[in-house]
């Protein structure tokens, strides 16, 4: 949906680069939501490469944020991997199955090199990318999850309570298990790239877990070598997702050289805003549930002003608003609407910002 000033895809850039913008750039993060949107099952979104891109694409037909995910559930590295996965029941995206995958550093070496175009579901979820960026990249800002930074994909493969143990227990196992999902991040990372996606992003719940020490000791030093090994290979903008309360860590999550934190609800932005150096873009973040999911359309017109104030009192210009984590699947549309609709209708405060050294492009 062309603008005046640019369409979306050059909207969100500006924002991310604090350039200055007609308004606030857009970019909910609905996965699962755009399948129930456009009435698909969730074993077919996270399945059917075709499926999947047709639901992005009729979502952003229906509600035209600036931003779209392409992105089917955090199993898809781990799968890749070889870790087993199936349906938990009905209308749920795949998940990992009980078993431990990873007992030993011999489960380890059994890995093979990753290869994008032949394991798991990384080939579908190429392909549905790149049906995505044919179809709206040139207009819209297509960001791909690569699914999990290592700390999180090492959760996923060992089993959350086995690596926490093996933190403490066996630390060189650790290392090794997070060496090799390193090597995964990277090579699909890549592929999704070269595939088109205008900014990579990917989580790392779990290790908002761990406390502000170990998250500097085990799973910042992961993150920053992912990134590093992006930076050096492609030249757009990486992103780092971490749910829950990430106050305590925010400034470590900034150093690990993402271009953007995308911060759940609750992380209060002005906080954030005052932690985050400028040169960091922010992406967030109204309550998915308690606002977007199970509020009226007047909580969330509410919610939305109050944000983007807090947003322009603290002099942020890298932000882009979207709900604080993945929206609900029964999210009611007219608040989804509510929420674009009000962004469209801000004018920000200071139109005439010129960028100083600081806010160059990510």
Known sequence: MSEPDGNSKQIVLRALRGQPTPRPATGPLAVHFCARWAGASLADYTR?????????????????????????????????????????????????????????????????????????????MLEALGRV???????????????????????????IEHFMLALWDDRSLVEALLARCEEYAVAYAIAMAEAGAAMLSGGDSPAGLIGPQLYREVALPAERRVIAALKSRLSRPLSLHICGNATPILADMAASGADVLELDHQVDMAAACRIVGPQTALWGNLDPVGILARGSVEQVVAAT???????????????VLSSGCTLAVDTPPENLAAMLDRARRHQPQQQHFQPSEEHQKP
């Not at 349906?87 to 009980?98: D, H, K, M, S």
């Not at 179809?135 to 994909?153: K, N």
């Not at 002003?305 to 932000?319: H, I, S, Y």
């Open 48 to 124: 059917d490469p075709r499926v999947l891109a047709d639901s992005i694409i009729r979502y952003y037909e229906q509600f035209h944020p600036d931003a779209v995910w392409v992105s089917a559930d955090t199993w898809v590295t781990a799968q890749a991997m070889g870790k087993p996965v199936a349906f938990p029941g009905p209308g749920q995206p795949l998940a990992g199955t009980p078993e431990r995958f990873i007992q030993s550093r011999a489960d380890i070496d059994r890995i093979p090199p990753p290869d994008p175009m032949r394991q798991g579901r990384w080939p579908l």
């Open 133 to 159: 960026v044919e179809t709206l990249g040139d207009e819209v800002f297509v960001v791909a999850c690569f699914d999990q930074y290592p700390f999180s994909l090492a959760c996923a493969l060992m089993g």
């Open 305 to 319: 002003d109050a944000l983007l104030q807090t947003v322009e009192a603290c002099g942020r210009r890298r932000f």
